[in-house]
């Protein structure tokens, strides 16, 4: 069972970006994913790859094409503007930066259901948190909890999967009434959730079920995120960004506890969202070996959000140049979806191009 898993953030229009790249080198790759898995971001892409999947390269391509297309308009509307402006200061923004989102979700999922996307055997696992207890709810299309899930929109679980507190409110499902927070949270990283739903899957599938099957063996995971790993420091050639070079101008300068107080809070977010990010890339590598691989170009992330608020062009433009030049897929990773991804599964078929994109949900070229 081939998974892949996407993080959160605004990385997750990078991501897209080097899916592509691997889809135009190994075609087939897309085609061949039996488990998509998201947060955030990164749960917009995979229920958009999981509703446009085909074993055809060329529909595959026009999907990435596509899905890149949608990141970029979600990104837009963070754009600063006067009105926008004027939202912030009288409290207003989070409702209607959701309702701008929103827009651009039906636009792209109309009125798609997880129950659709079972009937058609895709499968996704989206992590979000339930805003009353404060616990992990995974939003998968396949061994369902009750057949009422089977009618949650994708828009729905894409909203409940984004909604970051200050920044966007939380959101109300139109299925159960809760209420429903993002899942970078807890979750930044889905691998480990896409794991543990694929092997509970798996248990039920198959001659005698789980029996004494190594299920783990079962697994070729791919992992996209944008972070260093544990133990290592991004050159400042390769992550440096204004908010990464700013302490350290400050501490030459002896303003060491200045810079506690005036640069670094700016990334306790980030810090928090991302604090257990590499623990389950770890604990991933443990314990699938060499059917795992991690994809995470260390960017400065933070640099790239503020990019949002200035300009979408440049932010789309230099996304671009970086996917081209040092962010690209690596041969090794090229030859490792040879190895463990490609011979594996089929993935599910779709009889046309339009059966993984209906027309009315295209977005335009």
């Not at 200035?310 to 040092?326: H, I, N, Q, T």
Request: proline share 5%.
């Amino acid at each position: 069972m081939n998974v892949l898993s996407i993080d959160g953030g605004v990385s997750a229009s990078l991501h897209t970006r080097i899916i592509r790249q691997i889809e135009e080198a190994r075609p087939g790759f897309l085609g061949a994913t039996d488990l998509f898995a998201g947060t955030s971001d990164g749960a917009f892409a995979a229920l958009y790859l999981a509703s446009r999947q085909s074993r055809t390269p060329g529909a595959s391509a026009r999907a990435l094409g596509e899905c890149v297309e949608m990141l970029h308009e979600i990104l837009a509307i963070f754009r600063v503007s006067p009105g926008a402006a004027l939202r912030v200061l009288t409290g207003r923004s989070p409702r209607a930066l959701a309702a701008a989102m929103r827009s651009v979700l039906e636009r792209c999922f109309g009125g798609e259901t997880l129950g659709d996307l079972a009937e058609r055997g895709r499968k996704v696992a989206i992590v979000s948190i339930h805003r009353k207890t404060w616990k992990r709810r995974v939003f998968k299309s396949f061994d369902f909890e009750s057949d009422a899930e089977r009618r949650r929109t994708l828009v729905d679980v894409a909203l409940s999967s984004a909604a970051f507190p200050v920044v966007l409110a939380e959101h109300t499902s139109e299925l159960d009434g809760e209420s429903y927070l993002d899942g970078a949270l807890l979750a930044n990283n889905p691998t480990l959730v896409a794991v543990r739903a694929a092997m509970d899957h798996l248990a039920t599938t198959g001659a005698g079920g789980a029996g004494g099957r190594d299920l783990l063996s079962e697994l070729a995971v791919l992992s996209f995120g944008a972070t260093e790993g544990l133990g290592e420091k991004a050159s400042e050639a390769q992550g440096g960004g204004l908010l990464e070079r700013l302490p350290r101008a400050l501490d030459r300068l002896g303003f060491a506890g200045w810079t506690q107080l005036l640069a670094r809070p700016l990334y306790f977010p980030d810090f928090m969202i991302q604090s257990s990010v590499d623990v389950i890339d770890v604990q991933c590598r443990a314990l699938l070996e060499d059917r795992y691989r991690r994809i995470r170009p260390a960017i400065p992330e933070l640099d790239y959000i503020l990019s949002v608020f200035a300009s979408r062009d440049w932010l789309r433009e230099r996304l671009d140049r970086e996917v081209a030049g040092r962010f690209g897929a690596k041969a090794e990773d090229l030859a490792w979806v040879a190895e463990r991804w490609l011979p594996r599964s089929p993935g599910p078929a779709a009889s046309s191009p339009e059966d993984i994109n209906p027309g009315p949900r295209r977005l335009p070229g």
